[in-house]
Antibody
Framework: EGQLVESGGGLVQPGRSLRLSCVGS????????MHWVRQPPGKGPEWVSA????????AYADAVQGRFTISRDDAKNSFYLQMHSLRVEDTALYYC????????????WGQGTWVTVSS | DIQMTQSPSSLSASVGDRVTITCQAS??????LNWYQQKPGKAPKLLIY???NLVTGVPSRFSGSGSGTHFTFTISSLQPEDIATYYC???????????FGPGTKVDIK
């Protein structure tokens, strides 16, 4: 059974940077596109970013375009979200997720890591 | 960007009731539509993929239908363990993105 584990969250001031990591295990990490999905407190999930299985294509939500960068290191079974110019509205539980048995339904999620942006 | 709407935003029903949630896309998304259940403190759980396919292991009282812009999610007989928030989600090929609906909170009357 596959597993995803996020790390790197924390409390950060507006305008600062943070890097999230997600490590996969129990499956062939390099075969799958990987995604970041966030959920602000008391709100619904919001897709943030994705990277294809081979890293050739990336995508971002409009809200983070130009501030966040997604990358992957298949040798470490890991992918990352580099977040710059953080805003209060970026405060959320950040999940990594992937779709293994479906074309676009997230069937494997991590437990999430909290990012709090506050002065 | 594709926008997703859901209705109702919340509902209260009795155990055994049939519950229906609708999801509408702002443009044709074919059947690229998934449904999730989320309970407090947990990650969303995929129930239905590609509009009408039940994920293995998910009870058969859950079902989905629709295509294009209008989709329906049904719980045929509401159970106490179904208390949760339900989200629809559309997807597209990268670099186009994915979008979640705003959610429907389901309670027991």
């Amino acid at each position: 059974e596959g597993q995803l584990v996020e790390s790197g969250g924390g409390l950060v001031q507006p305008g600062r940077s943070l890097r999230l990591s997600c490590v996969g295990s129990g499956f062939i990490f390099g075969d799958y596109a990987m995604h970041w999905v966030r959920q602000p407190p008391g709100k619904g999930p919001e897709w943030v970013s994705a990277i294809t299985w081979n890293g050739d294509s990336v995508a971002y939500a409009d809200a983070v375009q130009g501030r966040f960068t997604i990358s992957r290191d298949d040798a470490k079974n890991s992918f990352y979200l580099q977040m710059h110019s953080l805003r209060v509205e970026d405060t959320a539980l950040y999940y990594c997720a992937t779709h293994q048995q479906t074309s676009g339904g997230f069937d494997l999620w991590g437990q999430g890591t909290w990012v709090t942006v506050s002065s | 960007d594709i926008q997703m709407t859901q209705s109702p935003s919340s509902l209260s029903a009795s155990v055994g009731d049939r519950v229906t949630i609708t999801c509408q896309a702002s443009q044709d998304i074919s059947d690229y539509l998934n449904w999730y259940q989320q309970k407090p403190g947990k990650a969303p759980k995929l129930l239905i993929y590609d509009a009408s396919n039940l994920v293995t292991g998910v009870p058969s009282r859950f079902s989905g239908s629709g295509s294009g812009t209008h989709f329906t999610f049904t719980i045929s007989s509401l159970q106490p363990e179904d208390i949760a928030t339900y989200y629809c989600q559309q997807y597209d090929q990268l670099p186009r993105g994915f979008t979640f609906g705003p959610g429907t909170k389901v309670d027991i009357k």
